[in-house]
């Protein structure tokens, strides 16, 4: 399968990376463009599987999917300087440029993606919020499979790619707020910061394992380790004192 990805910033790369060390690497074919060419290049120095082109044009010749990975004030200025097919796949990662924008950028009617990952993608550990508008089943199995390459992905609608948004993309930097807050805590409790920061870390991993493997809820694995009387309900209670819920729902509601 090849696919051009236009944009080789942090998200671009990210992606062109991740699927070359993907486990069905073998299947893709990547040409990435972008002006600042000694990215393109560093890139396809240490994969085989990509190749550095400066012009967009070129690097979407015969490309199945066209992948757009720029700024979102960039979308339109990249979009009107291409030609895209009708049997080629646009898949855009711009934040907040929707669907109606793209069609009035692009020059034909054709399937496309908005496409939401979050900054642990380049451990291939993303949280992959997709949308889809004009594509087959077929195309969106082919894109949710090629994302989870890179994490784990999400069919919503557009109108819930705000919230998807607020959770995962935004969410990423809440989650590690928490970390950064316990690594303090421990801190002030005698512990060298890295250490403490390691503890966290893990346990905040252990936890979203346990959801994610363990076909649970939050509530049962807390109900888990809060024993009558224990310092886990204490600690829990104070959180709530302290109004922790509300505060990452508040967030979570700001960022939409």
């Not at 080629?88 to 907040?96: C, E, R, T, Y």
């Not at 949308?131 to 919503?156: R, Y």
């Not at 790619?161 to 607020?166: E, L, V, Y």
């Given at each position: 399968?090849?696919?051009?990805?236009?944009?080789?910033?942090?998200?671009?790369?990210?992606?062109?990376?991740?699927?070359?060390?993907?486990?069905?690497?073998?299947?893709?074919?990547?040409?990435?463009?972008?002006?600042?060419?000694?990215?393109?290049?560093?890139?396809?120095?240490?994969?085989?599987?990509?190749?550095?082109?400066?012009?967009?044009?070129?690097?979407?010749?015969?490309?199945?999917?066209?992948?757009?990975?720029?700024?979102?004030?960039?979308?339109?200025?990249?979009?009107?300087?291409?030609?895209?097919?009708?049997?080629?796949?646009?898949?855009?990662?711009?934040?907040?440029?929707?669907?109606?924008?793209?069609?009035?950028?692009?020059?034909?009617?054709?399937?496309?993606?908005?496409?939401?990952?979050?900054?642990?993608?380049?451990?291939?550990?993303?949280?992959?919020?997709?949308?889809?508008?004009?594509?087959?089943?077929?195309?969106?199995?082919?894109?949710?499979?090629?994302?989870?390459?890179?994490?784990?992905?999400?069919?919503?609608?557009?109108?819930?790619?705000?919230?998807?948004?607020?959770?995962?993309?935004?969410?990423?930097?809440?989650?590690?707020?928490?970390?950064?807050?316990?690594?303090?805590?421990?801190?002030?409790?005698?512990?060298?910061?890295?250490?403490?920061?390691?503890?966290?870390?893990?346990?905040?991993?252990?936890?979203?394992?346990?959801?994610?493997?363990?076909?649970?809820?939050?509530?049962?694995?807390?109900?888990?380790?809060?024993?009558?009387?224990?310092i886990t309900i204490k600690g829990i209670n104070a959180l709530e004192e302290a109004g922790f819920s509300s505060a990452i729902i508040q967030a979570m509601?700001?960022?939409?």
């Amino acid at each position: 399968m090849k696919i051009a990805i236009i944009g080789a910033g942090n998200i671009g790369g990210a992606i062109a990376s991740g699927l070359m060390q993907s486990k069905k690497s073998v299947d893709y074919s990547i040409v990435i463009s972008d002006p600042d060419s000694a990215k393109t290049m560093q890139l396809s120095q240490c994969y085989a599987g990509i190749t550095a082109e400066a012009d967009n044009q070129k690097a979407i010749s015969d490309a199945e999917i066209v992948l757009l990975a720029v700024k979102p004030w960039l979308v339109e200025k990249v979009l009107t300087n291409i030609t895209l097919q009708p049997t080629q796949i646009l898949a855009s990662v711009a934040a907040g440029v929707t669907f109606e924008q793209l069609k009035g950028y692009t020059n034909v009617e054709l399937p496309m993606f908005r496409i939401i990952p979050n900054t642990a993608i380049s451990l291939q550990a993303s949280m992959n919020i997709i949308s889809s508008h004009n594509a087959t089943e077929e195309q969106e199995q082919m894109i949710m499979q090629m994302f989870n390459e890179l994490g784990l992905s999400m069919m919503v609608t557009e109108q819930q790619m705000a919230a998807g948004t607020a959770l995962a993309s935004c969410g990423i930097a809440y989650v590690l707020k928490y970390i950064q807050a316990g690594m303090q805590a421990g801190v002030e409790m005698g512990l060298y910061p890295h250490d403490a920061m390691m503890m966290v870390a893990q346990s905040v991993k252990g936890a979203a394992e346990l959801i994610l493997q363990g076909n649970t809820h939050p509530s049962t694995e807390i109900d888990k380790v809060t024993t009558p009387g224990g310092i886990t309900i204490k600690g829990i209670n104070a959180l709530e004192e302290a109004g922790f819920s509300s505060a990452i729902i508040q967030a979570m509601k700001s960022s939409k």
